[in-house]
């Protein structure tokens, strides 16, 4: 017998452990979807992801609803219309140069209604959209984010980058000087490699709708090499580079998060500022890969932005009994079991928060962040003379270099461990008994 389902917010139900989404499909509907409502596993028991996935969901099924019962906005008829006449245009074997499908002379006389109900202007806009000489720009953006195998967070980014360019051009085709001047105005708004991001990400949703036929095939891509001044871009000057935490810095952030009791974010400042180690990384820390007992302590890491990220990092003898204590203790597969996951699988967004809000309350500003750890450790890596092949190799950086970044298997777990030994301290480290 099926379990009770508990309705926990409009639309997402807890059957079992597992949250799931629902929306009964109106009856006007129902023949069209052949259904009667939706439904899907959510796959989490935490409440928060349930809430995020079950809003994209709903939000997808409600546009499915809307399609099947005909409820379309001028522009979405007049799309209606081309598809139809694309068609009709592929079928249609011609007698003459004056035969011409029956679609033709539907549409002639839809424009003619609309240009007698709303004027001139509307009905150009519905014929221009209806045979295919402008297209809304946004019209192909969802089907363009389907084709591409990124990550949840990176598809988000893409789409809202993409969605400033439709906001500024809401028909298509553009030319390349209506592009060049958007340009200048992001590089007022936006840093410079953000502003390229932006162009260059709707370079890409432009050359989708070029390749798949939905613009002229023959027309230039106008946002390809979109003139950004390479001094361009929004101030960047020394007040917002990231700069690394001092020592002395490093120990008033330990002394705060002891103090504010939180154990969560005390462990992972303590093992960035001992690694260099990314958040997520971090975050994302399996017990399995925590190897205390081997001849030298370390752990792996395998989830990472980047390859040279995937790596096994020494472990600090500061840190190892914090380590012990914390694989003892976990209630998961995770190192830091309590962190709440995000809707993109994200692990480490609510402590990082955390962490902001403790250092901006510290009194510290914008240009040290949590990964101003990963600076820290670099620099007392400089300072100790570790060479460069080494640092690079515990804080996961990539080797541009060919000899060491093509050719070597990498640096010895013994190397790690030296240079961190002997680079890595803080004025904590001296204090007889030891918090951890």
Not at 95 to 101: R, S, V
Not at 395 to 413: A, I, Q, R
């Amino acid at each position: 017998m099926a379990r009770a389902t508990k309705t926990t917010l409009k639309g997402i139900t807890l059957r079992g452990n597992v949250y799931q989404a629902r929306l009964t499909i109106p009856k006007d509907a129902r023949d069209s979807l052949g259904l009667t409502e939706f439904t899907q596993s959510l796959e989490t028991s935490d409440f928060k992801v349930a809430a995020t996935r079950g809003e994209i969901c709903i939000r997808g099924w409600k546009r499915k609803i809307s399609s099947a019962r005909g409820i379309h906005s001028p522009i979405s008829e007049a799309m209606l219309w081309k598809e139809d006449l694309d068609k009709a245009n592929q079928t249609h074997l011609p007698q003459d140069e004056y035969d011409y499908p029956i679609e033709q002379d539907l549409l002639i006389d839809r424009i003619y209604d609309i240009e007698a109900k709303e004027g001139y202007e509307k009905a150009k806009a519905f014929s221009d959209t209806a045979q295919g000489v402008t297209l809304p720009s946004n019209s192909f953006v969802e089907t363009y984010m389907a084709t591409r195998n990124v990550n949840s967070r990176s598809a988000q980014q893409e789409e809202t980058r993409i969605t400033y360019g439709t906001h500024k051009f809401p028909v298509f085709p553009i030319n390349k000087q209506q592009v060049n001047q958007w340009a200048a105005s992001l590089l007022l708004q936006y840093k410079h490699g953000t502003a390229k991001s932006i162009i260059n990400n709707n370079a890409q949703y432009y050359q989708y709708l070029l390749d798949m036929g939905h613009l002229d095939p023959d027309l230039t891509n106008p946002f390809k090499d979109a003139r950004l001044s390479n001094g361009g871009g929004r101030n960047t000057d020394s007040d917002n580079k990231r700069i690394h935490w001092t020592a002395n810095q490093v120990t008033h952030l330990i002394e705060a998060c002891t103090e504010k009791g939180d154990a969560d974010l005390l462990n992972i400042t303590l093992l960035a500022a001992h690694t260099g180690a990314r958040v997520e990384e971090l975050a994302t820390l399996l017990v399995s890969s925590i190897h205390l007992n081997a001849t030298i302590p370390y752990f792996g890491i395998t989830k990472s932005k980047t390859k040279a990220g995937h790596r096994d990092v020494p472990i600090h003898p500061y840190i190892k009994p914090l380590l012990q204590k914390m694989v003892s203790q976990s209630t998961n597969e995770y190192l830091f079991s309590n962190l709440t996951v995000t809707g993109h699988m994200e692990r480490s967004s609510a402590i990082s928060k955390r962490f902001g809000r403790l250092k901006t309350r510290l009194g510290y500003g914008q240009n040290q962040v949590f990964h101003s750890f990963r600076h820290t450790a670099m620099t007392m890596f400089e300072q100790a003379d570790v060479p460069e092949n080494i640092a690079m190799d515990i804080v996961g950086h990539e080797k541009p270099n060919l000899t060491f970044g093509h050719y070597s298997g990498g640096t010895s777990m013994e190397q790690k461990y030296d240079a961190v030994c002997k680079s890595i301290g803080y004025p904590f480290h001296d204090t007889s008994e030891s918090n951890l």
